[in-house]
């Protein structure tokens, strides 16, 4: 059994290999913190928006009365119709989400970013308007995007 050849340690092509790696890091510490900075944002938009129709809820028992608040179903009407005018803008008429991103992972293609930044925006308008939709699928499904579209401006290391 033949052992492979050893070759000389290449200096040039180990600092190269250096710098990529730093440069990546570099890449990826911005990325995570633009997608921490987007997910304060979604969080701190959704809670001015819910400020504008959000309801007292009752602490006891006997507080409970039916009540209707035209708040709440101008929020729901707006968000409603926001929603149906990106669904349309959306091929399939479907969102997309984090396992979007992880098939085009498997597949190594690259993910779809105008409908995955316009996925991330009807997420946000459906939480200000009250419907009750996960806030870290889509945030997560955002970072991907925004991975990619920082990675389609620089070349692959």
Known sequence: MKLPESKDLDIASGSNQLVARIYAMVISLFTGAL????AVGFFKLVRIANGFWELPLPRDFSDLHFAY??????ALLISALI?????????????????????FAQYDKEPDLRAGFLSSFLALNNLAGG??????????HFGGCLSALMHRGSSRL
């Open 35 to 38: 997608v921490a900075l987007a």
């Open 69 to 74: 608040s035209p708040s709440v179903g101008i």
């Open 83 to 103: 929603s149906g005018f990106v669904l349309k803008k959306l091929e399939n008429g479907r969102p997309h989400g984090p396992a979007d991103l992880i098939h």
């Open 131 to 140: 419907a009750s939709v996960g806030l870290f699928g889509p945030l997560v």
